[in-house]
């Protein structure tokens, strides 16, 4: 089991055969190598395990900057345990146009940058649930986890593969290094299948409408606060 950036590395050095005290591939080359590797798996798809949630006090203010959280990525957002319905953000700007003292509960992300209509009844506590950037691997610890640590760990596998075509590139094997990156994407791929096999029972309620649809982030019940930069160490 490939569990942590120790493992990801040892791993490396072994399916290459090389030794780090040579000039070709030193520690510097082959930690930067799976940093880019590891940055590349996160974002590879919206995984589940990069869903979080982030509250904080609410003022009827319009624009709402949440630092480490992915741009347009925004599912769902309450505020004194009121659901906002999201909007696009040209329907949301006629919105504000045509009806400029509306208190509906429309809010609309664009870039990085949260739209909530500041005319709303509301007070109270912001919450929202998005897809959160985690931070670059810490390659000076050796137990650092990715986010595929913890049960999804052929996310790491993918890491090896995708570091081994960066290293084939490197040694000018262009044949090697598509095989490696058709392999890495290959594992993210069949992990991605695997997650939305498992997400079928997902059920919208009635109330919206129907059933076998669904909202892909975390529950609204959790207490502590899941987005913070350094919860990951993988950016």
């Known amino acids: ?3 942590n950036f120790g493992d990801i590395k040892n791993d490396v050095i072994r399916k290459l055969g090389i030794s780090t005290t040579a000039a070709f591939y030193t ?5 930067e190598w799976i940093r880019q590797g590891a940055r590349w798996g996160t974002s590879y798809k919206k995984w589940p395990f990069t869903e979080g949630r982030i509250s904080t006090t609410y003022t009827a203010t319009e624009e709402w900057n949440f630092e480490g959280v992915k741009a ?3 599912r769902l957002l309450q505020v004194g345990g009121k659901r906002f319905q999201k909007l696009n953000f040209e329907d949301y700007q006629i919105f504000k146009e045509e009806e400029p003292n509306s208190e509906d509960k429309v809010y609309s992300d664009f870039g990085r940058l949260v739209f909530i209509n500041p005319n709303a009844d509301v007070s109270g506590t912001l919450v929202a649930w998005g897809q959160y950037a985690p931070a670059d691997i810490d390659v000076t610890d050796l137990t650092a986890e990715t986010v595929f640590s ?5 996310g790491n596998e ?3 593969e995708e570091v081994l ?6 040694e000018l094997k262009e044949n090697e290094t598509n095989f490696h990156h058709t392999r890495a994407t290959q594992i993210l791929d069949n992990l991605w299948t695997k997650i939305n096999s498992e997400q079928f029972q997902y059920q919208t309620h009635r109330a919206r409408g129907g059933m076998f649809k669904r909202i892909n982030v975390l529950g609204g019940g ?3 606060e899941l987005i913070r930069r350094d919860q990951f160490p993988l950016g």
Do not use: H, P
């Open 165 to 170: 075509s960066y290293a084939k590139t490197r």
């Open 222 to 224: 959790v207490d502590d």
């Open 72 to 74: 347009d990525s925004i």
């Open 1 to 3: 089991m490939i569990a």
């Open 150 to 154: 913890n049960g999804d760990e052929e």
């Open 27 to 31: 520690d510097t080359i082959l930690n």
């Open 158 to 160: 993918a890491i090896v």
